[in-house]
């Protein structure tokens, strides 16, 4: 089943292995690992700037860029230029070390999550026996880099920003680790190359990914929900809402610093919607058992690339949330639903399998939340409200 | 000087630290954490001799540590809670300022 | 030791002691997550791969975290910059490093020197789990309670009480 097509990274890289003297080889196959990912991932967010903002422009009617190059094919390179090319202002009562040290460490906090995405057959940087700890316990550390911005820059916007930014993360990264551990249940588990293992097989021409089960489509669902709060995307993209603290914790940045926080923001999304692929997309396997001689690494760009241009289609319909609402779905329906969810999952793993353990399954977790959308919905009342940072 | 020693020295220095942290400092978030210093150095311990000890297929000092982990962010939860709490009574974290029992 | 480890070590020290000694409280704070960070990968160093993510995922992502929060909600602007250390700050130090005197001493005279580092454990995520659920299932569930009696705890605690009265 291993083609040469699909394996011809792999490959190169044993070749390429067998050049270096036995001494170095560690290093030199940890390098030749890790370096494809540090270029493939940032050459993806510059398509997806592209993308994002022809799509965005198509679904306001507009066309978006189009002057440099053919139908504005360019137009990421000349981002990429102006960024560079402009000045660095650091404000002048800013904490200089740590506001310099911010972006950095934003981007290798992204960078870090990387290394136990499977993006294909044996494409792995390193197979962590706890690779979905190790992934979370990295993204953790991303919320103290954009407190480092915020606090460093001393200014308003910046401060409150950051200061919405981390309620926020904190608020949806529960339901986004709880919203996971449905998959480690199942596939019992914490390695990220065991649990695409787990989801390989077929029945008839259908994959056994794990969406296709009333908890793994339920999981899936709050996942991507988190996952939009967890990257600051529209429709939670308060820390950073134009309209209200123009850009959030980084608004005092400017030239290569700026640049460097919005590879970081969508570094972390592609990190977490790889995870999510990974967690119940079935990684690198093929959607039907007849198109396995697809290489497996364009399988993972393609479910990639499709969950990207959900977060697009989300992001150009959907209003922004009130900051209230944020933490009432987060805290009164995705957290319930997702503990319902692990119910669910224990209910799957001891009932005999047919249609009777779908029908209990969705109706353990159906009931519950037509009532708590229901509450989420009747709270409707106008009042006075004070927020405690804004004062 | 061996390995277990070393780690063992590591891990006195870190409850050092601590200790000199919770004893000197005015601001009772710093003096929170200095505690939260000594439980990492104890939780160093349990690891150290948990690798080095002779029987590690055991798992006990690893999940001593798990444990004193979770034990130690309640105690982070609550702790920086009764400092909110005591910062809105009397406006202040300083705990040379913080010296009366009656509100 | 390895070099690794002495690397570590001094990364480790050089966080905690610049968290205890700093005058700005977010530095301090700051300081401390890259001594946190280093116990952690002395954890991994150690082959206690779990422990040592939990470490990251707890004291760095929630612990550092809650603490710069709570230093934010209780910054006042105040026009004179009270000083750092608390009034008997000799005494502190005094008995600090008598601590420190006394662990080293019992340290280097003790018999550890004679066990030499064993064969690498092999501990999977699996074991662990296990353990957990049997062995350990008691103390699981009382941590359980404990957390959950915090987290209501805490809330309650720093929930301002004079909006109820309003």
Known sequence: MTLPLDQIFVLSKHWLLSFVPPIAQPLASAILSVVPVLIAFPLLFAITTLLERKGLGRIQNRYGPN?????????????????LTKEDIVPLTADHAVHFLAPIFLVAAAFLGYAVLPIGRNMV????????????AVGSMVELSVFMAGWSS?????????????????????PLVLASVVVIMQAGSLSTVSIVEKQAGYTGIW??????????????????IAATAESNRSPFDLPEGESEIIAGYYIEYSGFKFALFFLGEYLGMFATSGMAI???????????????????????????LALIFGFIWIRGTLPRLRMDQLMNLAWEFVLPTALLNMLVAGVWHFMPGGPIRWLVCIAIVAIPCTFLTRRLKRKKKFEVRTYSFAE | MNSLQSYLLLSSLLFSIGLAGALTRRNAILVLIGIELMLNAANLNFIAF????????????????????????AEAAVGLAI???????????????????KG | MTIAFIILAVITVAGTAAAMGMRNAVHCVLALTVGFAGVAAIYLQLDAQFVGLTQIMVYVGAVAILAVFAIMMTHSPSPTKPPTYSSYWLMGSIVAAAVFAVLAWAVVSSGA???????????????????????????????????TAALIGAVVIAMDHNEEIK
């Open chain 3, 113 to 147: 020197h004679t066990q030499s580092l064993p064969s690498e454990p092999t501990v999977s995520v699996q074991q662990i789990g296990d353990a957990l659920m049997h062995r350990f299932v008691l103390p699981l569930e009382i941590m359980g309670l404990l957390l």
């Open chain 1, 67 to 83: 002057r440099t190059g053919p139908w504005g094919l360019l137009q990421p390179i000349a981002d990429g230029v102006k960024s």
């Open chain 2, 50 to 73: 948990w690798r080095f000890g002779p029987a590690p297929a055991a798992l006990t000092g690893v999940m001593f540590a798990i444990f004193s982990i979770s034990v130690a962010a």
């Open chain 1, 125 to 136: 940087i390193s197979n962590l026996n706890a690779g979905v700890l190790y992934f979370f």
């Open chain 1, 154 to 174: 001393r200014s308003k916007y910046s401060l409150l920003g950051a200061m919405r930014a981390i309620a926020q993360m904190i608020s949806y990264e529960v």
């Open chain 2, 83 to 101: 400092i909110l709490a005591a910062y809105r009574h009397s406006k202040t974290t300083d705990l040379d300022q913080m010296n009366s029992l």
């Open chain 1, 207 to 224: 994959p056994h990914w794990f969406v296709f089960t009333p908890w793994g489509i339920v999981g899936f669902a709050l996942f991507m």
């Open chain 1, 278 to 304: 990974t967690l119940f997309l079935g990684g690198w396997s093929a959607p039907f058992s007849f198109l396995t001689w697809i290489p497996s690494y364009v399988w993972f760009f393609a479910k990639l």
